[in-house]
């Protein structure tokens, strides 16, 4: 069995060879910023299915009262689907550079995490092998 | 690697930005270049243009300097009768350059080279985060 054939292994390559994928449209969109005519684009997410990987299940407190409040909708996580861009120029270019130089910024934290947590798997591979103390 | 191929995209850009900044730079050097003398035009204000390309090795969309026009405003006057560039009237045509437009047009290429910068930087970054799973 090979290492990439490993469920998690396989995942984490994925994301990154997408992190990948993604410096290289942002880096298109940032280097055609000026560009007359040129419309920003964003590369989508990828699918990993559902059987892949499962959504955490969220702690919510319980009400022991009818006067307590439900929690907050949603997570303070980020909105995606705000990606698409606000500003067109006369010229017909709608590269906001600001916007773009942000999601390169992510884009290379998700791709740093993705890494660490590829080398963490390994150690515990490692780990799993090495002779015992 | 693909990573590679986004610095080549971001230096694409930087070299754009570069050449648009050294037609800038020609502007500015040439604002008072007016004619030797009386029937030949002044110096005319030059414009870089912008265009995309679509490269097949990087598979990638590349900026790159397009053909510099020439701006065809009008000319400005000066009224300076002992100039030998002068019309029988006693006015020199001088450049159709505009310092303050020129001075800004030079500012937002200087933001975008930066941006190119900061992107190669980043993808740096990348690389060399990838290489560290190696360390395990």
Do not use: C
């Not at chain 1, 940032?30 to 005519?37: E, I, M, S, Y």
């Not at chain 1, 740093?112 to 780990?127: A, H, N, T």
Request: hydrophobic content about 40%; proline content about 5%.
């Amino acid at each position: 069995m090979s290492i990439t054939g490993l469920n998690v292994l396989g995942l984490l390559k994925t994301k990154m060879l997408w992190h990948q994928d993604r410096q290289r449209v942002l880096a298109e969109n940032v280097a055609n910023a000026d560009t007359p005519g040129f419309k920003a684009r964003e590369l989508r997410m990828p699918d990993f299915g559902q059987s892949a990987v499962s959504a955490p299940a969220s702690v919510v407190m319980a009400s022991t009262n009818p006067l307590h409040q439900a929690p907050m909708g949603g997570g303070a996580g980020r909105d995606d689907r705000r990606s698409h861009t606000f500003e067109i120029t006369p010229e017909g270019n709608s590269v906001v550079l600001e916007e773009e130089i942000l999601k390169v910024g992510q884009n290379a934290m998700d791709h740093q995490m993705v890494s660490q947590l590829y080398s963490r798997s390994i150690g515990l591979l490692r780990k799993a092998i090495s002779r015992p103390a | 690697m693909d990573l590679m191929k986004t610095i080549m995209v971001a230096a694409s850009g930087l070299k754009a930005q570069s050449g648009r900044m050294r037609v800038i730079a020609e502007n500015m050097a040439n604002v008072d270049s007016v004619a030797p003398r009386a029937g030949l035009d002044p110096y005319r204000r030059r414009v870089p243009t912008f265009e995309t390309s679509f490269d097949r090795e990087l598979n990638a969309e590349v900026v790159k300097l397009g053909r510099i026009q020439k701006d065809n405003s009008d000319f400005g006057t000066r009224y300076e009768p002992g100039h030998p560039a002068a019309d029988p009237r006693g006015y020199v045509r001088t450049p159709n350059v505009n310092t303050l437009v020129e001075q800004m047009d030079f500012r937002q290429a200087q933001r975008s080279y930066e941006a190119n910068i900061g992107v190669i930087g980043t993808t740096r970054r990348m690389i060399s985060r990838t290489l560290d799973i190696l360390r395990g």
